[in-house]
């Protein structure tokens, strides 16, 4: 337990440790990418990422985990207004993203490799600022590419 009587203060708010309740948001989105480096040849791209480097793109229907913990608001019965939440994610992350190809047309995803590993990183900085000025706790985001592959991210 922490020497402070398991509380943490965060900006302007603070967290009772011993009474953290963790919500989930679920989004989707459907988006193009290509793995691929534009310093190696088509070969080596090939080798690397296998049929994900086709140059002419590939898509998935993405599913979109956001968990935001906190104590629960004894005015709102709340740890976040999940509409808000909602409206968060829909701004900064699915006009961003839905239909779209990651590597050409979304802003934050500009200069990087466009893995499942680094939108799940993405993600979380575009939406850590915005949940803690509601007065939650960004836990993690997780993205699922398919039914069978998926990412989590906790930050750092």
């Known amino acids: 337990m922490p020497s402070n009587g398991g509380t943490k203060k965060s900006s302007n708010f603070v967290f009772n440790l011993e009474a953290m309740v963790y919500i989930t948001r679920r989004e989707h989105f459907n988006a193009a990418h290509r793995l ?16 994900c480097s086709n140059p002419n793109w590939h898509g998935h ?61 993405a993600i979380w900085e575009e939406l850590e600022s915005g949940v803690r000025d509601t007065g939650g706790i960004l836990h993690s985001v997780k993205v699922e590419e398919t039914e069978n592959n998926s990412v989590e991210y906790f930050g750092t």
Do not use: C
């Open 61 to 121: 229907n993405y599913i979109l985990f956001v968990t935001v913990k906190g104590n629960v608001n004894p005015d709102t019965g709340f740890v976040i207004n999940l509409k808000v939440l909602s409206n968060l994610i829909q701004q900064r992350i699915i006009d961003k993203l839905d239909h779209k190809n990651i590597n050409l047309e979304v802003d934050f995803m500009k200069g990087r490799l466009a893995s499942t590993e680094n939108l799940a990183i």
């Open 36 to 51: 691929f480096r534009p310093d190696f040849s088509e070969a080596e791209n090939l080798s690397v990422f296998g049929k």
